[in-house]
C-alpha cells in the first residue's frame, strides 16, 4: 500500500498550524456571541437567544458545505462563484491558489466566518421571533447575503477586483450584518413591550464573558486572515489588540462625560466595536494608525446606541451600531490610511493614493445597500408564508418555554418526574 | 382597613402597577412567588428527564388600603391582569387587625392614607 504524502506540494506547515488553530479560533466566537447575547436580554429569553446561535452553527455549517463556500470562493465571477465546489467537490488537500494552506482548511476557516456572521443578525430579532422561521431565514441569509458579499469581497467578485481592500470582512461580516439587522428589526417588528417598559439585561457578567471570549477569538478572525503567520499575519494579529484597547479608553471617557460612571455592558460593547473597527484594516495599517482608529471608531458607534433606543426601532441588541457602522468606519479608514510599507498592497489617501479612498467608498456603500436589500426582501417573502413572531401572549410568557420547553434558571421546585425508565422498586435496589 | 393580595401572572406586574397607580393606590409591595392555580401543566425536558412544571411563577402583591378604596383596588388588579386564560391568579380581601406607620406612629386609615391624600 503506497504511502499518502504528509501534505500536498506547495502547503507550509506554519501557515497551516497556524490556521488549524486559527479556525477554532473563530469558531469559538459564536456561542461567545451566544453568550454575549443571552446576557442582554431578559432571563425568560436566555436560551433562546443563545440557541439563535447554534441555530446558525448548523444551518449555516451544513448549507456552507453545500454550496455556500462553492458560490464564495469558486472562480472570480464579478458577482457570484460558480457551483464547482458545490457539495464540496474538488475541496481537497492542494493548496488554496494565492495562499500555502489546503483549500480543505481554506473552507473550514471561512465556514467560521460565515456562521458567527449569520449569529450576529439574530441579534436585531431576539425575544420575539419564532424559532422555526428563524432557522429558515438564517440558511437563506447565509446564502443570498453572506455568501454573494464574501464572494464580492474575499473571493475574486467585482469589490476585490476593483481594489477595494478588505483585510477579515468589513463587508460581508461586519456591514453585511448590521445593515441586515436594521432590516431584520424593521420587518420583524418591535418587542411587544419595546418603549412603554425598561427591558434591562439580566446578567451583565454573561455580557462581558462573551465580549471577552469574542475578543479571544477575534485574534484568529484578524490574524488568521492573512492565512499565513507571515508579516501582514503578524500585523492583523497585534492590531487586534491595539484597536479595542484604544476604543474601551474613549467609551469610559465618552460614559463619564455622559453620566459620570464607567459602564460594565458599555466596556462589553467598546471591545467589540474595536474588533469590528479593527478587522477590515488589521493588515492594511501601522500600529499607530490602528489605535487612532480604535478611537475614532468609538464616536459614530457610540452615537447610533445612544440615540437608537429613542427611536421606534427595535434593533434589540444593537447590531447596526456595533458592527455596521464600525465596519463601514473600520472600511473608510483603510482608504486614507493605508501604508504600503506596513502591507506590501496599497497606499491610502494620507500616503498619496486618493483612489484607494474611492474604492473603499465604494465597498461601503454598496455593501449595506445590498445586505440591507436582500435580508428585506428574504424576511418579507417568509413573513408571507408564515408568521415571523410569537403572538402577544407567548412573547410575555417568553421564547425559552415556549419555543424550547425549557428555563435556563430552572429550580426543580414543583416539577413532577413524568416518564422514568430507570425507576427501580425500593426493595430491589437494596 | 383590609389587605388586599393580588396573585398574578409575572407578565402583568407591570401593567397592574400601572393601573394601581392611575387608581391613585401607593403603597404597594409585591414578591415573586410560585404557585398553582388549576392551569395546564407545562412540560419541559432535560436529556432524558422529562418533567410537568407543577408551579408556575407569579407575582403576589400586598396592598394595604382604606375600606373606601378597596373596590377601586380589586378593580385595576382584575383589570389589568386577566388574560382570559387559565392562570390569571386571585384575589383575596382580609381584613386588617391594625396597621401602623412606622415613621409617625400614626395607625390604621391614617397610616395606609397616602401623604397628601
Known amino acids: ?430 | 382597613v383590609k389587605l388586599v393580595i393580588g396573585i398574578v401572572r409575572p407578565e402583568k406586574a407591570n401593567d397592574v402597577l400601572e393601573a394601581l397607580y392611575r387608581a391613585e393606590v401607593r403603597g404597594v409591595s409585591m414578591t415573586r412567588v410560585q404557585g398553582h392555580g388549576g392551569e395546564l401543566d407545562r412540560v419541559e425536558t432535560y436529556r432524558g428527564t422529562t418533567v410537568k412544571m407543577g408551579l408556575s411563577d407569579k407575582v403576589r402583591f400586598e396592598i394595604a388600603v382604606s375600606d373606601s378604596f378597596v373596590d377601586l383596588t380589586i378593580d385595576a388588579l382584575c383589570n389589568s391582569a386577566r388574560t382570559g386564560e387559565v392562570g390569571d391568579g386571585k384575589i383575596f380581601v382580609v381584613p386588617l387587625e391594625r396597621a401602623v406607620r412606622i415613621r409617625t406612629g400614626e395607625t390604621d386609615k391614617s397610616a395606609v392614607t397616602p401623604l397628601g391624600a
Open chain 1, 1 to 430: 500500500m503506497a504511502s499518502l504524502p504528509i501534505a500536498a506540494a506547495g502547503v507550509s506547515a506554519g501557515d497551516t498550524a497556524w490556521m488549524l488553530a486559527a479556525t477554532a479560533l473563530v469558531l469559538l466566537m459564536t456561542p461567545a456571541l451566544g453568550l454575549f447575547y443571552a446576557g442582554l436580554v431578559r432571563a425568560k429569553n436566555t436560551l433562546n437567544t443563545f440557541m439563535m446561535c447554534a441555530g446558525a452553527l448548523a444551518v449555516a455549517t451544513v448549507l456552507w458545505a453545500v454550496v455556500g463556500y462553492s458560490l464564495a470562493f469558486d472562480g472570480t465571477g464579478s458577482i457570484l462563484g460558480g457551483l464547482g465546489n458545490s457539495f464540496l467537490q474538488g475541496v481537497d488537500f492542494a493548496p488554496r491558489p494565492g495562499t500555502e494552506i489546503p483549500e480543505l482548511l481554506f473552507m473550514a476557516f471561512q465556514a467560521t466566518f460565515c456562521i458567527v456572521t449569520t449569529a450576529l443578525v439574530s441579534g436585531a430579532v431576539v425575544e420575539r421571533m419564532r424559532f422555526g422561521p428563524f432557522l429558515i431565514f438564517a440558511g437563506l441569509w447565509s446564502i443570498l447575503v453572506y455568501a454573494v458579499l464574501a464572494h464580492w469581497a474575499f473571493g475574486g467578485g467585482w469589490l476585490q477586483s476593483g481594489g477595494t481592500l478588505d483585510f477579515a470582512g468589513g463587508v460581508p461580516v461586519e456591514m453585511g450584518s448590521g445593515f441586515s439587522a436594521l432590516a431584520a428589526a424593521l420587518v420583524v417588528g418591535a418587542r411587544r413591550d419595546y418603549g412603554r417598559q425598561a427591558l434591562l439585561p439580566h446578567n451583565a457578567v454573561y455580557v462581558l464573558l462573551g465580549a471577552g471570549l469574542l475578543w479571544f477569538g477575534w485574534f484568529g478572525f484578524n490574524g488568521g486572515s492573512a492565512f499565513s503567520v507571515g508579516n501582514s499575519g503578524v500585523l492583523a494579529f497585534t492590531n487586534t489588540l491595539l484597536t479595542p484597547a484604544c476604543t474601551l479608553v474613549v467609551w469610559f471617557i465618552l460614559d463619564l462625560v455622559r453620566d459620570r460612571k464607567i459602564t460594565a455592558i458599555g466596556a462589553a460593547t467598546a471591545i467589540i466595536v474595536g474588533c469590528v473597527g479593527i478587522t477590515p484594516a488589521a493588515g492594511y495599517i501601522s500600529p499607530g494608525w490602528a489605535m487612532v482608529l480604535g478611537a475614532v471608531a468609538a464616536l459614530p458607534s457610540y452615537a447610533v446606541i445612544a440615540v437608537r433606543p429613542r427611536t421606534r426601532v427595535d434593533e434589540t441588541l444593537d447590531v447596526l451600531a456595533a458592527h455596521g457602522i464600525a465596519g463601514f468606519t473600520g472600511i473608510l479608514f483603510i482608504g486614507f490610511f493605508a501604508q504600503v510599507s506596513w502591507n506590501g498592497a496599497a497606499d491610502g489617501l494620507l500616503y498619496g493614493n486618493a483612489a484607494q479612498l474611492g474604492h473603499q467608498a465604494l465597498a461601503a456603500l454598496a455593501g449595506p445597500v445590498y445586505a440591507f436589500t436582500m435580508t428585506y426582501v428574504i424576511l418579507r417573502v417568509l413573513g408571507a408564508l408564515m408568521p415571523l413572531r410569537a403572538s402577544a401572549n407567548d412573547e410575555a410568557v417568553g421564547m425559552d418555554v415556549l419555543e424550547h420547553g425549557e428555563e435556563a434558571y430552572a429550580s426543580g421546585e414543583g416539577a413532577i418526574l413524568v416518564r422514568t425508565d430507570a425507576e427501580v422498586p425500593v426493595a430491589d435496589a437494596a
